[in-house]
């Protein structure tokens, strides 16, 4: 099966950087556009960041400038490098992808990170 594995969340003070990660894995043919969204308590999940295959990207306004996503083809893997970090930052952050699996019937499929705590303190 295909999963997302997640890494780099953690504590930072505001001002502070994290990189995170999202490596994907399993029975994979390709995977197209990935993202990273986020979620704070009693919120929806909002859009962060997405990469197409081409790395093209698109960035939610509030994170413009502070944060990059980037992609490794060959490993599968994104990133998200968050600098000048805010407390208004403070979120659990999931992996997106959209995969070829090679799995059962072959077609584009939604998969989720389980998510990664990110804490900025004042």
């Known amino acids: 099966q295909v999963q997302l594995v997640e890494s780099g969340g953690g504590f930072v003070q505001a001002g502070g950087s994290l990189k995170l990660s999202c490596a994907a894995s399993?029975?994979?043919?390709?995977?197209?556009?990935m993202a990273w969204y986020r979620q704070s308590p009693g919120t929806q999940r909002d859009l962060v960041a997405r990469?197409?295959?081409?790395?093209?990207?698109e960035y939610a306004h509030s994170v413009l400038g502070r944060f990059t996503i980037s992609r490794d083809n060959a490993k599968n893997t994104i990133y998200l490098q968050m600098n000048g970090l805010e407390p208004e930052d403070t979120a659990v952050y999931y992996c997106?992808?959209?995969?070829?699996?090679?799995?059962?019937?072959?077609?584009?499929?939604?998969?989720w990170g389980q998510g990664t705590q990110v804490t900025v303190s004042s």
């Open positions: 997106y992808a959209e995969i070829t699996t090679i799995v059962g019937n072959w077609g584009n499929y939604d998969y």
């Open positions: 399993g029975r994979i043919f390709s995977v197209g556009p």
């Open positions: 990469i197409t295959r081409g790395g093209d990207t």
